[in-house]
């Protein structure tokens, strides 16, 4: 596997089950030693502490203890990642902020769902604003306000320029907050590029008119490959600034335009093909 | 290391490991000491009171007793509270977080240990003073040297902690209990049969017992804790050779004992360090 992400990205890292992706994780957190190759993060060697001083990390696996309340966890993780006494219970203030568990702070963890949790693990992640944050499915327990709340946190990340490692297997969610995006298979990068390379190669229109004098597919073969569908066509191959011209060559023929929707291929579409493929 | 050394005090504390020996030795030692008060009334074979001398080595023998099977309490709750510290927080997942932190593994090896070690040892002490308070006031007895014997006691408990520790580094949280357990077992057998081998004057059975508590001092510390507690008349009998047996020794393990217990701690201790140090999580 090789692989490499710039700071600032908001990097989603894909795969099907079993595909290495947590291991990736905890190869370059130093949980697990590679049996062979090298890597760096934030420039330093793998697992090096002076490197996880400036790395935020939510396994997948998420457990705090459940005798600590929601703040007491944090004010030992402020500990461990020797955050400034000074600065400690702000940062731990604005961390139960951003992940909405300001109210659930003082209880114990024992009390709090598993969706409570996950944004627990969430907290002690971004604890210390990180500049990096690996975030291990991070919305696998959340409900769809959660999942939304995620989405937040993520693009104010970006806003950021912080560093964000996302495992996932939620592709739309992946899509919706990640620049750059690898798909890894038995442990090795199947695709890996800007988000809007792997998922814009497919283009075209579906169109939905009727025309009584001409057929469709007489007007709309000339801007490129026209399959016929019910109540219209979609037309493959076609550079989205061509919409216009399709129009105007549409009402020439005097055909009764209801919608015209660009296709781009999503990134599921993309990931079942490239996961087909191999 | 610090961090994690109050982190592991504070979960024994809030996890009511601490309140629940605590009531459990306060049960213990009362039950004890309503023995001992019986003892007070009881009579000779020929029907008389016993005399306070009698009283008072009958009591000394008990203390050691008592001291025997608290022994064997304290080397049990060492192991089930070291045996889930780290297998069982690397299986649930607990680990994993603090783990990405910028502190050693070693640090939190050793934290685990010094958290454990205060706990486990403040709690024998407290166990055993209370115990000795209750028996000098119901007998009057007191054991010659207590703070030597509780000292003993505490680095038996260490001796099991550290044994734990390595273990719990490797194994699942019941595999490193039984095998701990099982060691100390061994060790416990061992010590007895050693202790055969001056009557029967055999050598073999002299050498196994020391390379026994080499392996594991556990014994070795037993026996000094039993030395502190015997009186002047008890050590006579037993070093005049008149009784014999684990509960009354003659003399101490040597100093050359004490020394490498202290060692093997240390370097038990090291082990667990390096082992968690080179394992994936």
């Not at chain 2, 996890?15 to 003892?39: E, H, K, M, P, S």
């Amino acid at each position: 596997m090789t692989l490499r992400v710039e700071r600032g990205v908001v990097f989603g890292f894909l795969g099907p089950n079993g595909a290495g992706k947590t291991t990736a994780v905890k190869l370059l957190l130093g949980l697990a030693r590679p049996t062979h190759g090298t890597g760096r993060v934030l420039g330093g060697p793998l697992g090096d502490r002076k490197s996880r001083r400036r790395i935020g990390y939510l396994p997948e696996l998420f457990r705090y203890p459940e005798w600590l309340t929601g703040r007491e966890v944090l004010e030992f993780h402020s500990a461990l990642a020797v955050l400034p006494h000074a600065d400690r219970k702000r940062e731990i203030d604005t961390a139960l902020d951003l992940v909405g568990l300001v109210d659930r702070a003082g209880h114990r963890v024992a009390t709090y769902s598993k969706g409570m949790q996950q944004r627990l693990g969430l907290a002690v992640a971004l604890l210390g604003r990180p500049e990096l944050i690996f975030l291990d499915e991070p919305t696998s327990a959340l409900d769809p306000i959660g999942r939304r709340d995620v989405r937040e946190i993520l693009a104010d990340l970006r806003a950021r320029n912080t560093t964000v490692f996302l495992n996932s297997h939620l592709l739309t969610e992946v899509e919706k907050v990640c620049n750059r995006v690898a798909i890894v298979q038995r442990g090795r990068i199947v695709a890996d590029g800007p988000l809007h390379q792997l998922v814009g190669s497919e283009r075209g229109l579906r169109i939905r008119a009727t025309c009584d004098g001409v057929p469709l597919r007489d007007v709309l073969e000339r801007f490129g490959e026209v399959e016929d569908e019910p109540n219209g066509a979609l037309v493959r191959g076609l550079a989205h600034d061509h919409v216009p011209d399709v129009v105007a060559a549409l009402v020439t023929a005097g055909a009764r335009v209801y919608s015209i929707e660009p296709i781009v291929q999503t990134l599921e579409e993309r990931f079942l093909e490239t996961m087909d493929a191999k | 290391m610090i961090a994690i050394a109050a982190f592991t005090v504070r979960q024994l504390i809030r996890q009511r490991f601490v309140i629940a020996a605590v009531l459990v030795t306060v049960v213990l030692a009362a039950l004890t000491d309503w023995g001992f008060y019986a003892l007070r009334n009881a009579h000779g074979p020929n029907g008389r009171p016993i005399s306070q001398l009698e009283l008072k080595a009958t009591a000394s023998i008990l203390v050691i007793l008592v001291a025997y099977l608290f022994s064997f309490i304290l080397a049990a709750a060492a192991t089930l509270v070291a045996s889930p510290m780290l297998s069982s927080e690397i299986d649930s997942g607990v680990l994993l977080p603090v783990l990405a932190r910028p502190i050693s593994r070693p640090a939190i090896v050793l934290g685990k240990a010094v958290g454990m070690s205060l706990v486990v040892v403040a709690y024998a002490a407290f166990a055993s003073s209370l115990e000795f308070s209750l028996v000098r006031l119901a007998t009057g007895y007191s054991p010659p040297h207590p703070a030597a014997a509780v000292c003993a006691l505490a680095t038996l408990v260490l001796v099991m902690l550290a044994l734990t520790l390595a273990l719990a580094t490797r194994l699942t949280m019941i595999a490193s209990s039984i095998v701990a357990f099982l060691c100390f077992g061994v060790a416990w057998v061992a010590g007895i049969v050693a202790s055969l081998g001056p009557i029967y004057h055999n050598e073999s059975l002299i050498r196994a017992g020391v390379i026994s508590q080499l392996l594991l001092p556990t014994d070795a510390m037993w026996r000094t804790v039993a030395y502190f507690l015997e009186p002047a008349l008890v050590l006579s009998r037993a070093q005049a050779g008149l009784w014999s047996g684990p509960f009354l020794v003659a003399a101490p393990p040597p100093i050359s004992m004490q020394i490498w217990t202290g060692l093997w701690i240390v370097v038990i201790v090291g082990i667990a360090m390096r082992s968690f140090a080179t394992r994936d999580v």
